[in-house]
């Protein structure tokens, strides 16, 4: 639980807040698998209704999460950010990060199979993450398999062991079955997913098919703290909603999924997410003297069932104390807030623009968001009525 594992969005693009980003990770001092996000599509013609309700004159406000780089050879700028930074640090680890499947081109998967396999690269990608972005793939993508993106990873070379399919909400079991067979992992990020109401993933029928889910925290604005104790004990006990029976995953599931499971991903399980002799010197330690910790009955039940960061007294990445007593050794925390404190003050001028912007958009993302649900998509993962 040392290790970050960032998706970023440089939009537009911008070499100088590339090179920000990394810099802040190694000043830090913090193990990161970092992942440019990128698409070559519109974000609009990704979302389900957004063209058909919005009048003309206010599409020219529409926009994804992501949008496509203008101007920009995205294959030649991937190989270049890879070729270019991928030994610059040994805690900084590449990977690439297509935004989502159906956001990017048969051409775009094709050039990233063929990279992600000559530099043996991981690739994170965002996959069925709510009700609205299966939809979408089902309509556009009818001619795969029952609109499976699946079978549209697999088809363009990218479903392999490098490939890790983030959130995996609205998945259908025989895609289940499709990921187990080609060795591919699913990373789950149960705290987001809640607030998002995207739904719960059928976490138990992955652990029944073989797979063994890694766990993320998405980003702070799905779920604003990045705190991995949180997506440990959701992802321990949202099993239940569907099947209410004993069985896993257990709280020692929980955390292989967060320390084990995660290492994988980046390909680096060997190296980074256990204590073993030869391997980085990557921990946290714990206070035992804490509340949750007294009486000691369970070191695994405790640590994800009471645990929620305030234990954490030290933090070593690769050797290196990073946080002691607390307390960040490696930045002036003080020095920070002052700085946050005076760019809210253009931020939050900023974030009022976006604001009135988005309230005049928001009747017709509801009407789009209510048309979606009027679509029969073959599943469904919402609580009391589930289909694990």
Request: charged residues 25%; contains cysteine; glycine residues 8%.
């Amino acid at each position: 639980m040392t290790t970050v594992q960032d998706l970023a969005t440089i939009y537009p693009f911008d070499e100088g807040h590339l090179e920000a980003i990394l810099q802040a990770y190694e000043d830090i001092g913090i193990r990161c698998v970092f992942a440019l996000q990128f698409t070559d599509t519109a974000g609009a013609k990704s979302i389900p209704f957004w063209e058909e309700v919005v009048p003309a004159e206010r599409r020219g406000a529409l926009a994804g999460a992501v949008e496509p780089f203008q101007g920009v050879d995205l294959p030649k700028l991937l190989r270049d950010i890879v070729t270019s930074r991928r030994r610059r640090h040994p805690r900084i680890t590449l990977a690439l990060g297509p935004t989502s499947p159906e956001r990017c081109t048969p051409a775009l998967l094709q050039d990233l199979a063929e990279l992600s396999d000559t530099e043996k690269l991981p690739v994170y990608t965002h996959i069925y993450e709510s009700r609205a972005m299966t939809l979408i793939a089902r309509q556009t993508h009818a001619a795969e398999d029952r609109g499976s993106l699946i079978s549209y990873l697999k088809r363009v070379g990218l479903l392999t062991p490098r490939m890790n399919l983030a959130h995996s909400v609205w998945m259908l079991p025989a895609e289940i079955d499709t990921i187990a067979q080609a060795g591919a992992h699913v990373v789950l990020n149960p705290v987001g997913n809640l607030k998002t109401r995207s739904g719960v993933a059928p976490i138990r029928t992955y652990l029944r098919k073989g797979l063994r889910p890694a766990l993320g925290c998405d980003n702070c604005s799905c779920s604003d703290a990045q705190n991995m104790f949180q997506s440990m004990k959701l992802f321990a006990g949202l099993a239940a909603v569907s099947q209410p029976e004993p069985g896993p995953p257990t709280a020692a599931d929980a955390i292989w999924s967060a320390t084990v499971g995660g290492a994988r991903t980046a390909g680096l399980e060997g190296q980074i997410g256990a204590l073993q002799p030869g391997m980085a010197a990557d921990l946290s330690i714990i206070d035992l003297t804490d509340p949750s910790f007294v009486p000691l009955n369970s070191v695994a039940r405790q640590i994800v069932f009471t645990e929620a960061g305030r234990g954490v007294e030290t933090v070593i990445v690769d050797g290196r104390v990073v946080i002691a007593d607390r307390k960040v050794t490696t930045i002036d925390e003080r020095a920070l807030r002052e700085e946050v404190a005076d760019l809210m003050k253009v931020l939050r001028r900023d974030i009022e623009a976006v604001t009135k912007r988005t309230d005049a958009m928001l009747p017709y993302l509801m009407e789009a968001q209510r048309k979606t649900w009027q679509v029969d998509i073959g599943l469904n993962r919402y609580v009391g009525n589930g289909n694990d």
